[in-house]
């Protein structure tokens, strides 16, 4: 009975999975809809098209959005050992630091930084989460923040924008400088950590964290912004 039980509740989550996937991806065409009619506001206006028209024209932009957005969850990701939570070696953080940037450690490079976010690859993706079984974007960035740096950033994308860094150009990134991405078209909504060779580590919807590069199509055209962490708010807390 127990048993019945447990198989029973299992497809309870997975029915959940797939209500809140369904929600989420028609709540990224609907943004990407609005992001299309905002950005050709003057151009429907001044050929005055008929709301048929407008809801055509939308529904194809949306709908190749989607497909991009698609595509690029279907991508092969960068794959990378899950190693235990073990204090690595020279050799172990070369080899891990290869492993994620594709290129051996720089002088610079962070070992604390390189450990803590291979130890995180394949943590499955959990919204409002932040633990090692599952985890958002904000939520495996300030995990990785407290554990590489012992920084206490905040548990939200924008805030972390707004409060924890200060703006740098995409030409200016360095290893541990965070990226922000605008991914419906309405602001700030997801975060990841910069590597090195244009990689970046994040917690995706789909694959969990992971590393993804920016030459990627879908992620270059999202990116909003980078940041530097202000290491002046180390000693508050942050903003809840």
Same mark, same amino acid.
């Given at each position: 009975?127990?048993?019945i ?8 989550q ?13 709540a990224f065409l609907l ?6 009619l ?9 050929h005055?098209?008929?709301?048929w ?10 709908v ?9 969850q ?14 690595i ?15 051996p ?16 690859i394949?943590v499955p993706?959990r919204?409002? *989460?932040? #633990? +090692?079984?599952? $985890?958002?974007? @904000? ?9 590489? %740096?012992?920084?206490?950033?905040n ?18 990134l ?6 922000f991405?605008?991914t ?7 975060v ?5 060779n ?5 917690? *995706?919807? #789909? +694959?969990?964290? $992971?590393?993804? @590069?920016?030459?990627n ?6 990116? %909003? ?11 508050d807390?942050?903003?809840?």
């Amino acid at each position: 009975m127990q048993r019945i039980a447990n198989q029973f509740w299992i497809v309870l989550q997975e029915i959940a999975k797939l209500f809140w996937i369904i929600v989420c991806e028609i709540a990224f065409l609907l943004a990407r809809a609005g992001k299309y009619l905002y950005a050709h506001r003057k151009q429907i206006a001044t050929h005055r098209a008929t709301p048929w028209v407008i809801i055509a024209l939308a529904t194809v932009w949306s709908v190749w959005a989607m497909y991009r957005h698609v595509q690029q969850q279907q991508e092969k990701p960068i794959v990378v050992t899950r190693i235990p939570t073990v204090l690595i070696s020279d050799s172990d953080f070369q080899q891990r630091h290869i492993q994620l940037t594709g290129q051996p450690p720089l002088p610079e490079s962070n070992k604390a930084l390189t450990q803590s976010i291979t130890e995180w690859i394949g943590v499955p993706y959990r919204d409002n *989460s932040d #633990s +090692r079984t599952g $985890t958002d974007c @904000s939520g495996f960035v300030r995990n990785v923040y407290q554990e590489a %740096y012992g920084l206490n950033l905040n548990r939200n994308a924008l805030k972390m924008y707004e409060q924890d860094v200060d703006p740098i150009e995409k030409e200016e990134l360095h290893e541990g400088d965070l990226i922000f991405f605008d991914t419906f078209g309405s602001g700030i909504s997801h975060v990841g950590i910069y590597l090195q060779n244009g990689r970046f580590a994040h917690a *995706s919807t #789909s +694959r969990g964290v $992971t590393i993804d @590069s920016l030459t990627n199509p879908y992620y270059s055209d999202c990116y %909003y912004s980078s940041g530097r962490v202000n290491r002046e708010f180390e000693e508050d807390e942050p903003t809840p």
